[in-house]
């Protein structure tokens, strides 16, 4: 059975910084991308950042590139993403999800909060 597991989310005040981390259970880890995703409230799901299997192809939204990173431990079967310089504007529910047929798998969401 496939479970993601984020964690990690918080409040945090503009400029400061936030690790998350999703772990992943009963598949083959390395073999996936990994993406993070975020909702606002009354907003779309966006794509926030994507990593390849071993880590060699990472992308990032306009919104968020240069502030934040993705990373895996595929030992750990875990996906990171550190998020500094945050913004009010990136205040959401963030989610990991790995690509799958015939439905994707998602992880039940942290939130963010960035508010002074």
């Known amino acids: 059975q496939v479970q993601l597991v984020e964690s990690g989310g918080g409040l945090v005040q503009p400029g400061g910084s936030l690790r998350l981390s999703c772990a992943a259970s009963g598949f083959t880890f390395s073999s996936y991308f990994m993406h993070w995703y975020r909702q606002a409230p009354g907003k779309e799901r966006e794509l926030v950042a994507s990593i390849s299997g071993f880590g060699s192809v990472r992308t990032y939204a306009e919104s968020v590139k240069g502030r934040f990173t993705i990373s895996r431990d595929n030992a750990k079967k875990t996906v990171y993403l550190q998020m500094n310089s945050l913004k009010p504007e990136d205040t959401a529910v963030y989610y990991c999800?790995?690509?799958?047929?015939?439905?994707?798998?998602w992880g039940q969401g942290t939130q963010v909060t960035v508010s002074s």
């Open positions: 999800m790995c690509p799958s047929s015939p439905l994707d798998y």
